[in-house]
């Protein structure tokens, strides 16, 4: 009797890393807080996506189809930036006639790499509908558990959507610093001079007090938290024109008129304050800054970072690479805004930095220098310099040099739920009252020319 032969069946590696691909997508999507649905009957799409409101683990009924291609060797013209991959012009006609957004997904599973493509945005393209392949970049295309936002806009319907952050526990720092205390009484009077002849008049005081900048000249009226009564300041005025008011009254009031005059004190209070801690202020473009001039060494303070607390840079110089001798310092510095919330009172902290040629007069090109360095501050920069001006502003031993203001910590927010940097930004609204536009005398004798910085 003839023994029959034994022949045996391969599994198909083909097979085998198609599915490697499919679950190292799927793998990522879980990552995303999203669900996949794999299509075992495949007609061109391996899956979908729903999108899943994060935040309440809600289902959206909004999909995303997938098609996977996957390979163990180098893709098609792959360079260390980029890779392409040739479609079917089948499969192409067949994603653009759908409803539903689709994607292509090209990865080694090997290495962990994938990359995607919207293909009914790609392919009408006029640039890409005459041809079938399909160019990714890698930094751009990357596809990995922090794509879902990107997944979110692409599958939201016509008037929009809403989904929440991606599952993180965060705590956010806001740039709100709460006025902690300020002098309890506004003093106003007449002035006996005009302003050239204040200004003069001022000059001219003898100065026993060491802070005699909380006070300005509105029309023909002196309003100041200095007591107007007493030296040296009761030389400016016409006697018995004295008035007090309440600060907190002033703090409150509805009057637009003021409120600008309370934010205008509570300026040169701060102006004062940074000045003590060697901090000058630029009229021009309404910020304060380190002063520093010494170009050999940069000027370091001690203060808590992201990581740890310790000394660093505020103010340093950057001699120019194309001109022997030029160069220019760039300072930290921040803009400051009073803002009302309700019955209370803060000081808005805008991190920026400004650029002189000498340490005082701004450097010819530097809009373009602070441009340049905007767009490479991402969040841990920003949350740095924040927490630079809240050392500043906020330590006890600093404050004990001036304390006709101080500020609190600034506002924390424990949030159940993160913020993707990338995606999302985080805005508010607040009333701003500005004395930008108050018609108040700014009277400072060491600043005649207001395109130099005001030292106080």
């Given at each position: 009797m003839r023994q029959r032969s034994q022949r045996t069946k391969k599994a198909g590696l083909t097979d085998s890393t198609g599915q490697?691909?499919?679950?190292?997508?799927?793998?990522?999507?879980?990552?995303?807080?999203?669900?996949?649905?794999?299509?075992?009957?495949?007609s061109g799409i391996d899956g979908y996506i729903e999108i899943v409101e994060t935040a309440t683990r809600t289902a959206t009924n909004r999909i995303v189809q997938v098609q996977v291609k996957a390979t163990t060797r180098e893709f098609q013209s792959e360079t260390p930036n980029a890779l392409?991959?040739?479609?079917?012009?089948?499969?192409?006609?067949?994603?653009?006639?759908?409803?539903?957004?689709?994607?292509?997904?090209?990865?080694?599973?090997?290495t962990r790499e994938a990359y995607w493509k919207d293909i009914k945005a790609y392919f009408l393209d006029p640039k890409n509908n005459k041809t079938n392949t399909v160019r990714f970049h890698k930094a751009a295309d990357r596809f990995d558990g922090s794509t879902g936002p990107l997944l979110a806009n692409l599958a939201q319907p016509r008037g929009g959507l809403h989904l929440g952050p991606?599952?993180?526990?965060?705590?956010?720092?806001?740039?709100?610093?709460?006025?902690?205390s300020f002098p309890k009484t506004i003093w106003s009077a007449s002035s006996k001079h005009n302003r050239d002849g204040f200004v003069e008049a001022l000059k001219n005081l003898p100065r026993g007090n060491a802070h005699l900048r909380e006070f300005f000249l509105n029309s023909d009226t002196v309003y100041s938290f200095l007591n107007l009564s007493e030296e040296p300041l009761r030389h400016l005025i016409e006697p018995g024109t004295?008035?007090?008011?309440?600060s907190d009254e002033w703090a409150l009031a509805d009057d637009p008129d003021l409120k600008r005059h309370f934010v205008q004190l509570l300026n040169l209070c701060l102006r004062q304050y940074c000045f003590e801690q060697k901090i000058a202020y630029f009229f021009d473009k309404k910020l304060l800054y380190f002063m520093w001039e010494c170009k050999t060494e940069g000027r370091r303070i001690r203060a808590k970072s992201l990581q740890n607390t310790g000394t660093q840079s505020v103010a340093e110089w950057h001699p120019s690479k194309l001109e022997e001798g030029d160069g220019y310092f760039r300072h930290k510095a921040f803009h400051p805004n009073f803002v009302r919330l309700d019955s209370r009172w803060y000081l808005e902290v805008t991190p920026t930095y400004y650029f002189t040629a000498d340490g005082r007069t701004e450097y010819w090109n530097s809009e373009t220098l602070l441009s340049g360095i905007k767009r490479l501050d991402r969040h841990e920069a920003v949350r740095g310099g924040l927490l630079l001006?809240?050392?500043?502003?906020?330590?006890?031993?600093?404050?004990?040099?001036?304390?006709?203001?101080?500020?609190?910590?600034?506002?924390?927010?424990?949030?159940?739920?993160?913020?993707?940097?990338?995606?999302?930004?985080?805005?508010g609204t607040a009333e701003i009252i500005s004395d930008e536009d108050d018609e108040v005398d700014d009277v400072d004798e060491h600043a005649e020319d207001p395109s130099q910085p005001m030292l106080w």
């Open positions: 490697h691909g499919v679950n190292l997508v799927e793998e990522y999507i879980l990552q995303m807080g999203f669900t996949w649905n794999q299509t075992y009957r495949d392409s991959f040739s479609c079917d012009p089948a499969d192409i006609d067949y994603w653009l006639m759908g409803n539903a957004p689709v994607i292509l997904i090209v990865c080694r599973p090997l991606l599952p993180k526990k965060e705590t956010l720092i806001s740039n709100l610093f709460p006025v902690e004295i008035e007090t008011n309440s001006w809240k050392a500043i502003l906020t330590e006890r031993d600093l404050t004990k040099r001036y304390n006709m203001i101080r500020f609190d910590q600034p506002l924390e927010f424990d949030l159940n739920i993160g913020i993707d940097d990338e995606a999302w930004r985080l805005a």
